[in-house]
């Protein structure tokens, strides 16, 4: 197992990373302050590991809350039914508030335990690789609403991540590889050398090897404790975790939401990203090839869908091109292993990138 320490101060919180964690009590029960304790899940998961969680629990009062699974359901709706499960079952300010499952769940028992009573624990044991390496670590949680994604919601800290290495076992192989942009993604902006030991273990995170993966895990949750910890709030650092994904979610809106999967997006966009960086001469065609071969290998999308236009990119850009220059900013490479958030490139550097070829 290893540990690391996200440093906020007084909110400060230990993530645990290693294989059979599930089971593992003494892990737990440091951060459980009443008997109370409410496992939210969904109805994916909770076959799974609901159990062996439970066990772990045994000696506390234990509320499963099982949601319904999907992205469609993260909304007040949802919400409701985790307030209604508290509330029925009597559940006081110290019960505890453990969300086991992908960032869905993540987000939504995390904004369940922001609000309960004011705020009450809680607990992350994200099982998806995307929730473990991103969406468990620095304190965003949240609902959608209609009219946008995540547009609801509170940063809220846990007091633990729980992570289980074990439960990738069980994940699709597609959400596995989304998970994989964002480890990727973790090298290109912030730790170069992550980045040839990606390439030299891609085999080994693929097949499910647990020490690989607990490294790899570390390392992304490393890299994103380091830029949450500088930037809590998102005032500045933080948006470079958000290579990629200008032009990623371009892609998700155009599809529609479900069509790709968000890190699938990321990876097509990512190498959007790469090309303009080549563009402007920050990178090397080499370097942007290496990275391209690194996602590709990761099991990813590197061609963005071949039915978007530019104009397309623009329109989800949400860029009227008029009020285009000096608005558009962008998480762009000033070197491998260096990102940098800027406005400031040339109008047709951008065009030549969204009309680029990437077959
Ligand atoms: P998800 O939670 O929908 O999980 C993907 C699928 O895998 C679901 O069907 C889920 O039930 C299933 N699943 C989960 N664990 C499993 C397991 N061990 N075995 C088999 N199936 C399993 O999706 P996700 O990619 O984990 O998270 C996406 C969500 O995270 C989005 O809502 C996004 O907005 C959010 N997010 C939040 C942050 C943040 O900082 N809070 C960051 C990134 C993403
Ligand atoms: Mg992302």
Same mark, same amino acid.
């Not at 159990?51 to 699974?69: A, F, H, K």
């Not at 508030?97 to 869905?104: D, P, R, S």
């Not at 309960?116 to 609403?145: A, C, E, M």
């Not at 607990?214 to 380091?226: G, H, L, N, W, Y």
């Given at each position: ?85 508290? !509330? $029925?079952?009597?559940?006081? &300010?110290?019960?505890?508030?453990? #969300?086991?499952?992908? /960032? =869905?769940?993540?987000?939504?028992? %995390? ?101 690989? !993966? $607990?490294?790899?895990?570390? &390392?992304?949750?490393?890299?994103? #404790?380091?830029?949450? /910890? =500088?930037?809590?709030?998102?005032? %500045? ?62 099991g990813l999308p590197v061609v963005p869908p071949v039915e ?52």
């Open positions: 197992m290893r540990t690391l320490q996200v440093d906020l101060g007084e909110r400060s919180y230990p993530i645990h990373i290693g294989s059979g964690l599930l089971s593992r009590p003494e892990l737990f029960t440091p951060h459980i302050a009443g008997r109370q304790v409410a496992i939210v899940t969904n109805e994916t998961v909770a076959p799974l590991y609901l159990e062996r969680l439970s066990n772990t629990l045994q000696g506390y009062s234990v509320l499963p809350v099982i949601l319904p699974d999907g992205e469609a359901h993260k909304n007040w709706e949802t919400l409701q039914l985790i307030f209604d499960a508290l !509330l $029925t079952a009597r559940h006081d &300010r110290r019960t505890t508030v453990i #969300a086991l499952g992908g /960032g =869905v769940i993540g987000d939504m028992a %995390g904004f369940a335990a922001a609000c309960y009573q004011r705020g009450v624990d809680f607990i992350q044991v994200p099982t998806t690789l995307l929730s473990q390496v991103d969406s468990s670590v620095g304190g965003k949680t949240g609902i959608n609403h209609p009219l946008g994604k995540n547009m609801v919601g509170a940063f809220y800290q846990p007091k633990a991540v729980i992570i289980d290495t074990d439960t990738l076992g069980t994940l699709p192989p597609r959400e596995l590889s989304a998970g994989l942009a964002e480890v990727i993604k973790y090298g290109l902006i912030c730790d170069k050398p992550f980045l040839p030991w990606l390439s030299s273990q891609m085999s080994a995170l693929r097949g499910l090897d647990a020490v690989a !993966l $607990t490294e790899a895990i570390e &390392r992304s949750c490393a890299a994103k #404790a380091r830029v949450v /910890g =500088v930037d809590e709030r998102e005032s %500045g650092l933080r948006a470079i975790l958000n290579l990629g994904h200008t032009f990623g979610h371009a892609i998700e809106t155009h599809q529609g939401y479900g069509v790709w999967l968000h890190g699938e997006a990321v990876g097509a966009g990512t190498v959007m990203a790469l090309e303009m960086s080549r563009r402007l001469g920050w990178i090397s065609v080499a370097e942007r090839d290496d990275a391209i071969r690194l996602l590709r290998r990761a978007m236009a530019p104009e397309h990119f623009l329109e989800h850009m949400a860029v009227d091109k008029k009020v285009l220059d000096g608005q558009l900013r962008l998480v762009l490479l000033r070197q491998i292993g260096e990102a940098v958030v800027t406005a400031e490139f040339p109008r047709e550097v951008l065009d030549a990138t969204l009309s680029t070829d990437y077959r």
